[in-house]
Nanobody, 120 residues
Framework: QVQLVESGGGLVQAGGSLRLSCAASGSIRSINRMGWYRQAPGKSRELVADITSGGWSNYADSVKGRFTISRDNAKNTVYLQMNNLKPEDTSVYYC??????????????WGQGTQVTVSS
């Protein structure tokens, strides 16, 4: 029905930057909320940031002032600009979308994840 494809992960030194992208495609009427989550080995998945279609954003305390979430509604794409990266930001990052489908039902969808590794 809906596919979320992430890109932009990789290996970076502490203090560096990365930009993640997530493009949604498929049977989409509209997307309300889009967000980024992360999961490190042995830990539960946690919210990093999310943003509504109107542009309201929310951040985890650990990334405030360093990460910026944005979206292009016309492209059904959400971005995560990550600056001043720290080793503790190392995780698999997952995109999530709250989608109103062409069938007028709603559902949550996840991307496949992209690895972000920050070396000290």
């Amino acid at each position: 029905q809906v596919q979320l494809v992430e890109s932009g992960g990789g290996l970076v030194q502490a203090g560096g930057s990365l930009r993640l992208s997530c493009a949604a495609s498929g049977s989409i009427r509209s997307i309300n909320r889009m967000g980024w989550y992360r999961q490190a080995p042995g830990k539960s998945r946690e919210l990093v940031a999310d943003i509504t279609s109107g542009g309201w954003s929310n951040y985890a305390d650990s990334v405030k002032g360093r990460f910026t979430i944005s979206r292009d509604n016309a492209k059904n794409t959400v971005y995560l600009q990550m600056n001043n990266l720290k080793p503790e930001d190392t995780s698999v990052y997952y995109c999530n979308a709250d989608v109103l489908l062409m069938t007028r039902s709603t559902s949550f969808f996840w991307g496949q994840g992209t690895q972000v590794t920050v070396s000290s």
